[in-house]
């Protein structure tokens, strides 16, 4: 199982992002997925969730700015990013909701202000 997440960068605040995650698993299209996100000096935190049926839940801290969506055929889980803040900065990963999976390196979001 491999989840290598990309996309990431140096952004200006009010700049967007798009992350992609491709996912090397098994019955992807049946699974659950989120994004997290680490900060230095903080835990890893949900951001955003996408049920294999499409119902999807953000933190509120992205909400309105997040798009969380997904490609099953290419067994893809991607995170658009708009309206970023310099408190968005993080490594930025991809999983199932409860961390099934070995956690991948990441992609590193810098947003300056």
């Known amino acids: 199982v491999q989840l290598q997440a990309s996309g990431g960068g140096l952004v200006q605040a009010g700049g967007s992002l798009r992350l992609s995650c491709a996912a090397s698993v098994s019955f992807f299209s049946f699974k659950d997925m989120a994004w997290f996100r680490q900060a230095p000096g903080k835990q890893r935190e949900l951001v955003a969730s996408i049920t294999r049926g499409g119902s999807i839940n953000y933190a509120d801290s992205v909400k309105g700015r997040f798009t969380i969506f997904r490609d099953n055929a290419k067994s893809t889980v991607y995170l658009q990013m708009n309206s970023l803040k310099p408190e968005d900065t993080a490594v930025y990963y991809c999983?199932?909701?409860?961390?099934?999976?070995?956690w991948g390196q990441g992609t590193l979001v810098t947003v300056s202000s």
């Open positions: 999983n199932t909701p409860r961390g099934l999976y070995p």
